[in-house]
């Protein structure tokens, strides 16, 4: 799966790097048309529509809405102010004099705006009416399950769209594990998310991972195949018997490796729960810091596994994505003389 090419002509790639910038862009004709049937349900900003007013020179909050606002008068504009109802620059403010500068965009909504919350330990690369990206540090979350309240990826981005709408919500496509750093994604519609899901195979063309594991592998490159079933604890491990659960394959390729240590780059192309630990453990040589899979390592203080690079189709327009994250630098100085 992972090293074939797209079938679609006429396609469009873009790279991106963790900070989210293009890298690089090369066009051999137009993208694909735009799919109606996911685009419709793409937003859904149109449902409580707001109203968008651009500063073309300085004045206070409240003058400023009282002079260009139709159809309200001064005690219902500061209702409106009180119930964070007002933006600036996407930011909700309560404050009547608050001064604006030429160039400032200013949103009435009739509801109201949530505040802006910082992002904990993850990063947006790329966001769109369909998806985002995100690069996700270790010991992150990526969703919770329904005992578990801590904050997540899910939980937080859930609350950065709804500062656009109420309404607007998140859609898992795939996970990484607490400890796993790296790209992933989510959807912005349930129509986004079921068409990716529904033709993964398909629209993913590279998920490439670092792993960082215990011992001196000798074989360069290698495949792991097995069937992984989840015992009564919890932990995935592989059958003995052909057919017993779900078939799993990984590709590996040894990137540098030292007495101690050995640095994989590991390509999926099957993507089961806990594959690659699975798989690692199985060879003789565990993940460096996953004690559940054998691990005896606590080198670098996490689990050594980074979700480096994620290429797919973009589910509206047809172009072909691919984002990186660097290998993190802990990872490396296990090798550094």
Do not use: C
């Amino acid at each position: 799966m992972n090293n074939r090419k797209p079938q679609r002509k006429n396609r469009t790639k873009s790279t991106f790097n963790s900070a989210g910038s293009k890298r690089n862009h090369t066009s051999a004709g137009k993208p694909g048309s735009p799919r109606p049937e996911a685009r419709g349900k793409a937003s859904t900003l149109d449902k409580t529509p707001a109203k968008t007013y651009i500063v073309q020179k300085p004045a206070e909050l409240l003058s400023f809405l009282v002079e260009h606002v139709t159809g309200m008068g001064r005690n219902s504009i500061k209702s409106a102010l009180a119930r964070g109802q007002v933006s600036v620059d996407g930011v909700a403010r309560t404050v009547h004099n608050f001064p604006l500068e030429q160039g400032q965009t200013v949103t009435l909504s009739k509801e109201k705006i949530a505040p802006e919350v910082p992002l904990t330990g993850l990063r947006i690369l790329h966001e769109d009416e369909a998806i985002i990206v995100i690069h996700k540090d270790a010991g992150l979350l990526s969703v919770a399950s329904a005992q578990e309240k801590e904050v997540t990826a899910y939980r937080q981005l859930t609350a950065h769209v709804r500062r656009e709408h109420p309404y607007n919500r998140i859609f898992v496509l795939h996970r990484l594990d607490r400890d796993t750093s790296g790209v992933m994604m989510f959807a912005k519609s349930e129509a986004v998310q079921q068409q990716m899901q529904q033709a993964w195979k398909e629209v993913v063309y590279e998920r490439t991972y670092i792993a960082l594991v215990e011992g001196q592998i000798k074989k360069p490159e290698g495949t792991i195949s097995s069937w992984l079933k989840e015992s009564k604890t919890l932990k995935m491990y592989s059958s003995p018997y052909p057919n017993d659960g779900q078939h799993a394959v990984t590709h590996y390729k040894l990137l540098q490796a030292n007495r101690h240590f050995s640095l994989l780059e590991v390509r999926l192309e099957t993507g089961r729960k806990n594959q690659i630990r699975v798989h690692m453990e199985d060879i003789g040589h565990p993940i460096v810091g996953d004690k559940k899979y054998g691990s005896k390592s606590k080198s670098i203080g996490r689990l050594g596994l980074h979700a480096r690079v994620l290429s797919f189709v973009h589910p509206v327009t047809g172009v072909l994505l691919r984002f990186e994250s660097d290998t993190p630098k802990t990872f490396l100085n296990l090798f550094r003389d």
